[in-house]
């Protein structure tokens, strides 16, 4: 062979090594980027459930208009599932309480996986606290 062939043969693996290092990248991402809209997702379910919840008597199995004695397990919310584990923070008041989510995924690489919390109210919800994406 030629140098001229030889040095077309390098020039081509090391592009086609790079493109594969760049579709790695971009996979990461993707899948950090879905875990974080999936935990966001979960955690939505979970408020909406918890509000149902408040509002539903206790003779009825229901809150009966207070978070105090909310848990995952009165309201049929899962503590963990494919996209990460759930958890509500703090102590639970008569007017809110704090729903914690920690994904499966790190996508900022600080080695700590994605973690999101969202207040939640009788008739609405806080805005979403991110810790670490």
């Given at each position: 062979m030629g140098q001229q062939q030889l040095l077309l043969i390098v020039l081509g693996v090391i592009i086609v090594g790079i493109a594969v290092a760049v579709g790695i990248q971009m996979f990461a991402s993707?899948?950090?980027q879905a875990n974080f809209d999936a935990v966001v997702a979960d955690?939505?379910?979970i408020s909406s459930d918890a509000q149902g919840w408040y509002r539903k008597p206790t003779s009825l199995g229901g809150g009966g208009?207070?978070?105090?004695t909310?848990?995952?397990t009165?309201?049929?919310a899962p503590s963990s599932n494919t996209n990460g584990s759930y958890s509500i923070t703090g102590t639970p008041?008569?007017?809110?309480?704090?729903?914690?989510?920690?994904?499966?995924e790190d996508g900022d690489g600080d080695g700590t996986n994605v973690t999101v919390s969202l207040a939640v109210y009788a008739d609405s919800t806080g805005s979403l606290t991110v810790t670490s994406r």
């Open positions: 993707s899948a950090a955690i939505q379910k208009r207070t978070f105090a909310i848990t995952l009165a309201i049929g008041s008569a007017t809110t309480f704090t729903v914690q989510g920690i994904g499966v």
